[in-house]
């Protein structure tokens, strides 16, 4: 046991706790579960990997998951939260939760899976059957701050969820000035295990920076050739991105601006000190959301055609209970036992969406699994809380090969107004429009299947357009019984967006209107320069009530 479920499974469905707090009284709280009435129900896929350390992780096996699909299906559950990804996608045919899940959807259960945790580098992503909803990772507006003030008196904000600190000030060293003679060149200044000299860092702050290896062992690394203290700049990718550790010696992260000042005041004088402050928790910062770095990218590389990830919500520093089995870092020498653990990834996302899901399930019963996906997807926003666009953790624009839809918001997802359905035989027919077959006499693939740009998704991918394409897409009234629904667009640049019927009338709750979104080419001037290259926009639907948004992604031939 590591931990990993004990944490997904309480952000999901965990019941209210009141006091609840990290190791050293971090996010201290009530603490709840997304849905904290719901009945878990839960089964084990994944185990240890022979010969290695808990810190490693597991191995899933595909038949492991394959059989915990089918028990859950067996047991009548009606939402699945799978925090497991890959670092790569296999084909749906070879891809073990996809196949599992396209059986569940057959049963009407949503599956909601990570994206994974291989980001920012594009087309990183896992999970990509159109079938399952695929959650990256975002920020909270909650932070853990631990001050650094330098010996000039300058104090640089720290992040940490370490609850050591130092008394007074303490001679400061940079890594690359302490290493062992033989050390990579790239690496001097990383901390990596047996590379400090301890004559060296005896007695002192060591300023070590992220890249290669565990961020805890660079602690580890620090304590054992004797320095007191850690400060570990980030790297420039990482922008404001923070994945918190309990450290066993007192220690914060900087920014990695931040991280070069304090190299530049090692630089500057002959005596170096500082002093790590106590760490409090820090609610309301801005700007949040924004994309943690790790969360994986698009454009999907399985099928261009159906963008990913689908959504996004809070993966970043997220409290949750943990197993008294495993100590909060994982690591075998680690014997500190605790209730409550922060931890980051996809795997924290991916039950937020899922006990979203199951809220919406309760209230819409009969609804289908994508109706309940199109209506977290609609409704998701594109703004941070400073009503400025989503962005990444280094401060660039997120696109929706980060964030999908947007992050979610589950309260105006449960009046959508208008969802995009689709069933399982829709799943089967894009199958076989990517040439896969069926031995099942109940099902035969037409002699031509509709294209996958048709698949009644609640987004719009088109790679390499070179002139025109049209979309076809149906949405089911599930808003007032009279109603009129009017077409707006904000048309990726280089291409024009037109809607046909551009009004949608409806008459009675459960009625279904079929359109065609036309996407053309522009002019060679409108799209200067973005040959091969993605650009993204959105339409929308609204009856100035609900706005029922749908992200477009294009890419020009």
Same mark, same amino acid.
């Given at each position: @046991?590591? +931990?990993?479920?004990?944490?997904t499974?309480?952000?999901v469905?965990?019941?209210?706790?009141?006091?609840?707090s990290?190791?050293?009284?971090?996010?201290?709280? =009530?603490?709840?579960?997304?849905?904290?009435?719901?009945?878990?129900?839960?089964?084990?896929?994944c185990?240890?990997?022979?010969?290695?350390?808990?810190?490693? &992780?597991n191995?899933?096996?595909?038949?492991? @998951?394959?059989?915990a699909?089918?028990?859950?299906?067996?047991?009548?559950?009606?939402?699945?939260?799978?925090?497991?990804?890959?670092?790569?996608?296999?084909?749906?045919?070879?891809?073990?939760?996809?196949?599992?899940?396209?059986?569940?959807?057959?049963?009407?259960?949503l599956?909601a899976?990570s994206?994974g945790?291989s980001?920012p580098?594009p087309?990183?992503?896992?999970?990509?059957a159109?079938?399952?909803?695929?959650v990256?990772?975002?920020?909270?507006?909650?932070?853990?701050? *631990?001050?650094?003030?330098?010996?000039?008196?300058?104090?640089?904000?720290g992040?940490t969820?370490?609850?050591?600190?130092?008394?007074?000030m303490?001679?400061?060293? %940079?890594?690359?000035?302490?290493?062992?003679p033989?050390?990579?060149?790239?690496?001097?200044?990383?901390?990596?295990?047996?590379?400090l000299?301890?004559?060296?860092?005896?007695?002192?702050?060591?300023?070590?920076?992220r890249g290669?290896?565990?961020?805890?062992?660079?602690g580890?690394?620090?304590?054992?050739?004797? &320095?007191?203290?850690?400060?570990? *700049?980030?790297?420039?990718?990482?922008?404001?991105?923070?994945?918190?550790?309990?450290?066993?010696l007192?220690?914060?992260?900087?920014l990695?601006?931040?991280?070069i000042?304090?190299?530049? %005041?090692?630089?500057?004088t002959?005596?170096?000190t500082a002093?790590?402050?106590?760490?409090?928790?820090?609610?309301?910062?801005?700007?949040a959301?924004f994309?943690?770095n790790?969360?994986?990218? +698009?454009?999907?590389?399985l099928?261009?055609?159906?963008?990913?990830?689908?959504?996004?919500?809070?993966?970043l520093?997220?409290?949750?209970?943990?197993?008294?089995?495993?100590?909060?870092?994982?690591?075998?020498?680690?014997?500190?036992?605790?209730?409550?653990?922060?931890f980051?990834?996809?795997?924290?996302?991916?039950?937020?969406?899922?006990?979203?899901?199951?809220?919406?399930?309760?209230?819409?019963?009969?609804w289908?699994?994508?109706?309940?996906r199109?209506?977290?997807?609609t409704?998701?926003?594109?703004?941070?809380?400073?009503?400025?666009?989503? =962005?990444?953790?280094? *401060?660039?624009?997120?696109?929706?090969?980060?964030?999908?839809?947007?992050?979610?918001?589950?309260?105006?997802?449960a009046d959508p107004?208008l969802?995009?359905?689709?069933?399982?035989?829709?799943?089967?027919?894009y199958?076989?429009?990517? &040439?896969?077959?069926?031995?099942?006499?109940?099902?035969?693939?037409?002699n031509?299947?509709?294209?996958?740009?048709?698949?009644?998704?609640?987004?719009?991918?088109?790679?390499?357009?070179?002139?025109?394409v049209?979309?076809?897409?149906?949405v089911?009234n599930? *808003?007032?019984?009279?109603?009129?629904?009017?077409?707006?667009?904000?048309?990726?640049? &280089?291409?024009?967006?037109?809607?046909?019927?551009s009004?949608?009338f409806?008459?009675?709750?459960?009625?279904?209107?079929?359109?065609?979104i =036309?996407?053309?080419?522009?002019?060679?001037?409108?799209r200067? +320069?973005?040959?091969?290259?993605?650009?993204f926009?959105w339409?929308?639907?609204?009856?100035g009530?609900?706005?029922?948004?749908?992200?477009?992604?294009?890419?020009?031939?």
């Amino acid at each position: @046991m590591d +931990g990993h479920g004990t944490h997904t499974a309480s952000t999901v469905a965990g019941r209210r706790v009141p006091n609840a707090s990290a190791f050293g009284g971090f996010a201290e709280g =009530t603490a709840s579960g997304g849905a904290p009435l719901a009945r878990l129900a839960i089964y084990k896929a994944c185990w240890a990997t022979p010969k290695a350390s808990k810190a490693a &992780g597991n191995t899933c096996f595909e038949a492991d @998951m394959l059989a915990a699909i089918d028990d859950a299906i067996r047991d009548g559950v009606h939402v699945l939260s799978i925090s497991i990804g890959t670092n790569q996608p296999f084909a749906f045919n070879r891809d073990g939760i996809a196949i599992g899940a396209l059986n569940a959807v057959k049963h009407n259960i949503l599956v909601a899976c990570s994206a994974g945790n291989s980001g920012p580098a594009p087309s990183s992503l896992s999970n990509l059957a159109p079938w399952l909803i695929t959650v990256g990772a975002g920020s909270l507006d909650r932070d853990f701050v *631990g001050p650094v003030v330098l010996g000039t008196g300058m104090e640089i904000i720290g992040k940490t969820v370490t609850p050591y600190n130092l008394k007074k000030m303490h001679p400061l060293v %940079y890594a690359a000035d302490v290493v062992v003679p033989g050390v990579h060149q790239n690496e001097t200044n990383q901390c990596l295990p047996g590379s400090l000299t301890p004559e060296k860092v005896k007695g002192k702050i060591v300023l070590c920076m992220r890249g290669s290896g565990f961020k805890l062992s660079k602690g580890m690394e620090v304590k054992r050739a004797g &320095g007191v203290g850690l400060i570990l *700049g980030n790297s420039p990718a990482n922008g404001n991105e923070y994945s918190y550790d309990a450290h066993y010696l007192p220690a914060t992260a900087v920014l990695y601006d931040d991280a070069i000042k304090i190299h530049e %005041y090692i630089k500057s004088t002959n005596n170096p000190t500082a002093i790590i402050k106590q760490a409090r928790t820090v609610l309301h910062t801005q700007p949040a959301p924004f994309m943690a770095n790790f969360t994986s990218r +698009g454009p999907n590389a399985l099928d261009p055609y159906i963008l990913k990830p689908d959504i996004t919500a809070p993966g970043l520093n997220i409290l949750a209970a943990w197993s008294e089995a495993s100590s909060p870092s994982k690591l075998a020498f680690d014997k500190r036992i605790v209730k409550y653990t922060i931890f980051s990834g996809t795997s924290m996302s991916c039950p937020h969406v899922a006990a979203a899901a199951a809220l919406l399930k309760a209230i819409h019963p009969d609804w289908s699994s994508a109706a309940i996906r199109s209506a977290l997807m609609t409704t998701a926003w594109m703004k941070n809380n400073k009503a400025l666009p989503i =962005t990444n953790a280094d *401060g660039s624009i997120a696109t929706p090969f980060s964030f999908g839809s947007g992050h979610f918001r589950p309260t105006k997802a449960a009046d959508p107004g208008l969802v995009y359905d689709a069933s399982y035989e829709d799943y089967l027919l894009y199958l076989c429009s990517h &040439g896969f077959s069926f031995t099942n006499p109940v099902f035969r693939c037409p002699n031509k299947p509709p294209s996958a740009l048709n698949l009644n998704y609640p987004s719009i991918a088109i790679p390499n357009l070179n002139g025109t394409v049209i979309v076809k897409r149906t949405v089911t009234n599930v *808003g007032g019984s009279k109603s009129v629904y009017f077409f707006s667009a904000k048309p990726p640049m &280089g291409v024009s967006v037109k809607a046909n019927p551009s009004i949608l009338f409806f008459d009675h709750i459960g009625q279904k209107k079929s359109f065609t979104i =036309t996407v053309r080419l522009g002019s060679e001037t409108t799209r200067q +320069g973005l040959t091969k290259q993605y650009v993204f926009g959105w339409y929308r639907w609204t009856d100035g009530l609900h706005l029922v948004r749908s992200p477009m992604a294009v890419s020009f031939a």
